[in-house]
């Protein structure tokens, strides 16, 4: 088993609509982050939470520390949002680097 | 400057070629790191420099070699490398390696042919 799960895997959607992806993890983490790739293939970093919540712009991350368990929002989605959304953690102490999740692929169809 | 740059953008190589990755960052980040990611997989590590020091090897075959000069520079040297080797190499940096955030690469990607 992943010590990171996403889902869905795959999620299309209509320009306007409320997105909901959902990572959980089997792991002691010191933090966790979300991060977005465009086909291009660069990554770039979202958030980046040890507790509670954090908005920027249209997107909202929350975690569940208890539950282990993190979501990240999207509201009034755009065409532009079609990515690659990453969970990853940093276990323990962070010096490990990032273990990833398997990602989640967003479309949102005009 | 809030980038990591990453050259090439492309890369194609023969088996018995070498050639260099270069990753740079002027944010004086102290720890580094180079991830390989193949297509619709997430990235996995490969190295962590933490001031300027090898401090985690993954497990990587000797044909890939890294190397930090200095605090902003982290190359990879590639050699003899095999087909399957092809993939996108991601560099990333952060202030610290404990729990601050990370800057990526926008990447290398790799053909062996």
């Known amino acids: 088993k992943n010590e990171v799960e996403q889902s869905p895997q795959n999620l299309t959607a209509q320009e306007g609509e409320f997105i909901t992806i959902n990572c959980s993890y089997s792991?002691?983490?010191?933090?966790l982050h979300w991060l977005q790739q465009h086909p291009g293939g660069g990554i770039v970093s979202l958030f980046m939470?040890?507790?509670g919540k954090k908005k920027h712009g249209r997107l909202i991350a929350t975690i569940n520390i208890q539950e282990k368990h993190s979501s990240l929002h999207i509201t009034a989605s755009h065409p532009r949002d079609s990515a690659v959304y990453i969970c990853a953690v940093a276990k323990g102490g962070g010096a490990d680097g990032l273990t990833f999740g398997k990602g989640t692929h967003l479309i949102i169809q005009p | 400057d809030t980038e990591v740059t990453q050259t090439p953008k492309h890369l194609v190589m023969g088996m018995t070629n070498k050639k260099s990755l270069k990753c740079e960052q002027h944010m004086g980040h102290r720890a580094m790191y180079w991830y390989k990611q193949k297509a619709k997989k997430p990235p996995e590590l490969m190295f962590v420099?933490?001031?300027?020091?090898?401090?985690i090897n993954e497990s990587v075959p000797s044909r890939f070699s890294p190397e930090c000069p200095n605090s902003s520079l982290l190359n990879l040297h590639l050699h003899a490398l095999q087909p399957e080797d092809s993939a996108l190499y991601l560099c990333?940096?952060?202030?610290?390696?404990?729990?601050?955030?990370?800057?990526f690469g926008s990447g290398t990607r790799l053909t062996v042919v």
């Open positions: 420099y933490s001031y300027e020091k090898l401090s």
């Open positions: 990333a940096s952060s202030q610290g390696t404990h729990n601050y955030g990370y800057t």
């Open positions: 792991v002691g983490i010191s933090a």
């Open positions: 939470l040890s507790s």
